[in-house]
């Protein structure tokens, strides 16, 4: 049965490996010079003005093969299922070959046992090996990258560490149920695409925040959190609050409010709240104090009581949270093979 | 000597559909047997629900002594060759054989290869590029080259020229001679069956009509021709299977063990076909409630 499967495979699996070790070979051999350059770079860099300057350049250099290489971490999966889960099944019962090879001297359970098993643990395979060795390349990157592309942004995330081991297996096995469920090849394909893409959306965006209970905290307000101060024409002051968190870079921000002196929120991340009782006329945050960021004007905002108020997943989370986020896909993914096992030994004929 | 099929009031239901119903029957081993019955009469299903690709609703089935499709060594004393006789289109004739030969125990490998050489087919073509009478081939080859008790074929010629039928009969019939082993095969057209099996099963309107042996059959079914007369005034060991009138004759198909000395009646033997048309003709109980309605 092996022989069969893998037969039947080979094909595919060795077109995949041919492309997975064509990208291993460009990461590997772009990666070297990637981490002399930011090695030598980091060197070179003493002031913490000129290093933000250092991993500006850098990203800015390698930003269209970083969003590449994301892309290629979050396709796979999908095309996994699609291509391999969802035909598993299907092709057999559409060409009748299902009826050749349940009357061989094999049960349909080991049969199925075998395809899932050996198909799967390639798909996985597959998958891991290409979201290890893009993490591996992109580890620079990753520590100079912007706001909105840092390792725990949903995007990077996903596609880092062993998450896309979980979404290949789920995404396998998913395709493999709804193709025994649908029995015909392309509406199994695109019911597999809608439901994984779904999936992963509402993953980052409604579970992910809490698979760990977030850590909110107050934080006084400086030039990190903030995007800027601003003078209205009325001579009201205000301060547009940010999404970064002082003491805490690189963490995921659920949420980031300026809070006034009695806790309530008067804006939220991006917005300008109207901070009460600064004097736009005299002190430090008059126009005639120079720029308010740089001199006193953030103490005078914070003496009044006014705080940045965030809820924030840390980035020493990273890693229990990958693993996390891949139990649950695995958990998923044994579902839906124990739905396989399920149907073909009740329903499927 | 033990049975190959034997069924108790078996029943196979779709939804509301009953695509077979209330089947008794209890096949001994060493024949040829001929499922015959319209296309939609349930051979199918019963053929599936011996090799256990199916679960039946209603009732028992046992093959060879076991349930069907349990485990691997009912499956092998069972083959199965599928109707239109799928083939992995991708793979070659000699991976097939590699197929077979991996996922049997008994795989006779010298007996596949033979034939396929006998065949003339070449192992390294893929099935797919294969004609519809040597895919039927290759998969005959399949099923006989693993060797089993019983061989279930669902409808194996009907997708076949004449030629390629006769063939595949022909080779289906030198197998049986040369090892010992029953079949059940399936098909809507009585004359493929005729040349090759020695036991009929006639299905129809999802119902087992009459089995048996073909012989034993034939010896007890006549055609009387005779002067009109109501089927209630028969001998009462005369069984009617179908029965047609016109003003002043009937004409009668009947199963009887007792000669027939009634001597107002002209008695001939019936072909193997007549007898399968006069029981797939045989109006259900709810059609003959219609009729007599609509003659009212």
Redesign the interface.
């Known amino acids: 049965m092996i022989w069969l499967t893998w037969r039947q495979l080979r094909g595919s699996a060795i077109m995949l490996a041919i492309l997975l070790a064509l990208l291993v070979a460009i990461l590997g051999l772009t990666g070297s010079p990637l981490a002399a350059d930011y090695a030598s770079g980091l060197a070179a860099c003493t002031r913490g003005e000129e290093c933000l300057g250092f991993y500006d350049q850098l990203f800015d250099d390698y930003e269209i093969p970083f969003l590449a290489s994301i892309l290629v971490v979050l396709l796979l999966p999908a095309l996994i299922g699609l291509f391999w889960g969802a035909p598993l099944i299907t092709r057999e019962l559409e060409a009748d070959t299902h009826l050749l090879v349940w009357n061989q001297s094999i049960t349909r359970t080991r049969w199925l046992a075998v395809k899932l098993g050996l198909t799967g643990l390639l798909a996985v395979a597959a998958a891991g090996l290409a979201g290890l060795a893009v993490t591996w390349w992109s580890g620079p990157l990753d520590q100079s990258a912007p706001q909105g592309f840092a390792l725990m942004d949903p995007l990077v995330f996903s596609a880092r560490g062993i998450a896309p081991l979980g979404y290949a297996a789920f995404a396998f096995a998913l395709g493999v149920t709804v193709g025994m469920l649908v029995r015909r090849t392309l509406p199994a394909m695109a019911l597999t695409l809608v439901i994984f893409a779904a999936v992963q959306i509402a993953m980052p965006m409604l579970v992910r925040p809490h698979l760990i209970p977030p850590v909110t905290g107050t934080f006084e307000i400086g030039q990190e959190n903030t995007d800027g101060f601003g003078i209205n024409r009325d001579g009201t002051f205000d301060v547009r609050i940010g999404a970064a968190i002082p003491g805490h870079a690189g963490a995921w921000v659920l949420a980031s409010d300026l809070v006034d002196p009695s806790g309530r929120t008067i804006a939220s991340n991006g917005a300008e709240g109207v901070v009460k009782g600064v004097s736009t006329t005299s002190g430090p945050c008059a126009p005639a104090a120079g720029p308010p960021s740089a001199n006193g004007c953030p103490a005078e905002v914070n003496r009044l009581g006014y705080r940045q108020k965030a809820t924030y997943q840390p980035i020493e989370r990273f890693w229990p949270l990958q693993w996390i986020e891949t139990g649950v896909y695995a958990l998923f993914a044994a579902g839906l093979t124990w739905l396989c096992f399920w149907w073909i030994r009740r329903r499927l004929t | 000597m033990t049975a190959v099929l034997q069924a108790q009031g078996l029943g196979k239901r779709y939804g509301k559909r009953w695509a077979l119903r209330e089947c008794t029957i209890d096949i001994p081993a060493g024949h040829v047997v001929g499922l015959v019955g319209h296309n939609g009469a349930g051979k199918t299903t019963l053929l599936?629900l011996a090799?256990g690709?199916?679960?039946p609703t209603a009732g028992d089935i046992t093959v060879l002594g076991g349930r069907p499709?349990d485990?691997?060594?009912q499956?092998?004393r069972?083959?199965?060759v599928?109707?239109?006789t799928?083939?992995?289109?991708?793979?070659t004739v000699a991976?097939h054989l590699?197929?077979?030969a991996?996922?049997?125990?008994?795989w006779d490998a010298a007996m596949a290869r033979e034939r396929i050489a006998r065949l003339g087919l070449d192992p390294t073509q893929r099935a797919g590029k294969l004609s519809g009478g040597q895919r039927a081939q290759l998969?005959l080859t399949?099923?006989l080259a693993?060797r089993p008790e019983l061989l279930i074929l669902d409808e194996p010629v009907a997708s076949l020229d004449p030629l390629a039928r006769r063939e595949f009969l022909q080779g289906l019939m030198e197998a049986t001679a040369e090892h010992e082993f029953s079949v059940v095969l399936s098909s809507h057209l009585v004359s493929d069956l005729e040349r090759i099996c020695d036991y009929l099963i006639v299905l129809s309107d999802s119902r087992v009509q009459v089995a048996g042996n073909v012989d034993r059959l034939l010896a007890t079914h006549h055609r009387l021709t005779g002067p009109r007369r109501d089927p209630d005034r028969l001998p009462a060991g005369q069984h009617v299977v179908s029965g047609r009138h016109t003003d002043r004759q009937s004409t009668y198909v009947v199963r009887t063990d007792a000669p027939i000395h009634d001597p107002a009646w002209t008695v001939t033997r019936l072909s193997l076909e007549d007898l399968v048309l006069a029981y797939m003709d045989k109006p259900t109980a709810a059609d003959r409630r219609a009729l007599l309605e609509v003659q009212r």
């Open positions: 599936k090799s690709q199916l679960e499709g485990r691997p060594a499956l092998a069972v083959g199965f599928a109707q239109d799928p083939a992995y289109a991708g793979l991976e590699r197929l077979g991996r996922l049997n125990p008994r998969a399949l099923g693993k």
